[in-house]
């Protein structure tokens, strides 16, 4: 009989467990962190699998093409795997199956007691996590690069973050050192997580403005009013219905970028991110062009959005890096 730390699920555990230990991205009171990412790390029932750590509590995805029994075994593979890995002692483990089309199911537990409400984490900042009562847990793990880019760049700046979720750009941003950071959602909810978020990292309230709304409402409005930023981060969702209609990534990217740049102060930094797998490279940077070359304006590439390093994928495969942007500083402006 072949023993369980010889068989291919296991080693392709511990192999990514290994690396990110060895990275130190284990270490920590409360690490949030990927800790497997089956399009890269995996094979067969653990290539739609993904492991996420959040202090000793996890959350595993499984995307469409296994879910019911094999998810369910895949599930219990990662159980296993946890229950002789995590030094801190496994408290639980909460699964989420992903549809490719359509609203997940709720969460379900797999092991352990899940606390019920909100929890902290650390990753760049303080971050409150949930496992249970919501489709995602309410810290993107691919924006790591991102939140980490901010706090070494936000000194001084004022920000205005758009479709901002539970807020981690902006606690990055006031972490940073962001004179002042606009938190704009159309989720209430989250809106209202975002200014928990930004409470815990003791970042005092004058530094930000909280604002539950639809961007394309917001941003027409605050051009209107005058106001420029320092920098302006986009992070759309590759579809949402608002107030103002319908929004996709794949149809309207000029479209949201043009009202970006009208708010946009002079060397600002522009930030446009979109996590869309239909999108390809070539035609969110056309778009992103197209608006810059309507409005007169020019910018100096600074960053290239990519996947982190805890997110691999089939070298094969480079439609799979669904997460791409660009950070950008304004040049200069056509009289
Ligand atoms: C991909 S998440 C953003 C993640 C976030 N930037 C982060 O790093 O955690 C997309 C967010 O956009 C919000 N959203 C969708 N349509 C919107 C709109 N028209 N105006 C404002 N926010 C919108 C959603 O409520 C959701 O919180």
């Known amino acids: 009989m072949v023993k369980k730390h010889l ?31 089956g399009p890269g790390e995996g094979t067969g029932i653990l290539e739609n699998v993904a492991v996420d750590r959040f202090a000793s509590h996890y959350w595993v995805t499984v995307w469409e093409d296994i879910q019911g029994n094999q998810g369910r075994e895949a599930g219990a593979l990662v159980v296993d795997f946890l229950k002789s890995e995590e030094d801190a002692g496994l408290q639980s483990v909460v699964l989420l199956n992903r549809p490719e089309k359509g609203v997940p199911e709720d969460p379900y537990i797999l092991h352990g007691a899940p606390p019920s409400g909100r929890f902290e984490v650390e990753e760049t900042g303080r971050y409150l996590v949930q496992l249970l009562g919501a489709k995602h ?32 750009l902006s606690v990055a941003a006031g972490i940073g050192g962001a004179s002042h950071v606009t938190t704009l959602d ?5 809106v209202v997580w975002a200014e928990q978020n930004w409470k815990l990292n003791e970042l005092a309230a004058d530094r930000a403005r909280f604002i539950a709304g639809d961007v394309f409402e917001w941003l027409p409005r605050l051009k209107r009013e ?7 981060i986009l992070d759309p969702p590759s579809f949402s219905r608002g107030a103002k209609g319908n929004f996709s990534t794949s149809k309207d990217l000029k479209k949201l970028h043009l009202l970006a740049l009208d708010v946009l102060g002079g060397e600002g930094i522009l930030i446009s991110s979109i996590n869309s797998a239909n999108v390809p490279w070539a035609r969110f940077e056309a778009e992103v062009l197209a608006a810059a070359r309507e409005r007169g304006m020019s910018f100096e590439l ?11 994928t089939a070298f094969e495969k480079p439609e799979e890096r669904y997460l791409k942007g660009w950070i950008l500083r304004l040049k200069n402006q056509k009289p």
């Open 7 to 37: 068989e291919t699920p296991y080693v392709e555990l511990k192999r990514a467990w290994s690396w990110r230990k060895q990275a130190g991205l284990l270490n920590g009171k409360a690490p949030a962190v990927r800790v497997f990412y």
């Open 137 to 168: 847990p309410g810290l993107f793990l691919d924006h790591r690069p991102l939140r980490n880019w901010l706090v070494s760049h936000a000194r001084d700046w004022t920000v205005l973050n758009t479709f901002a979720y539970t807020g981690s």
């Open 186 to 190: 159309l989720s209430k909810p989250s």
């Open 226 to 232: 005058g106001r420029k930023f320092d920098c302006v």
């Open 302 to 312: 600074l960053k290239r959005i990519d996947l982190p390093d805890t997110f691999p």
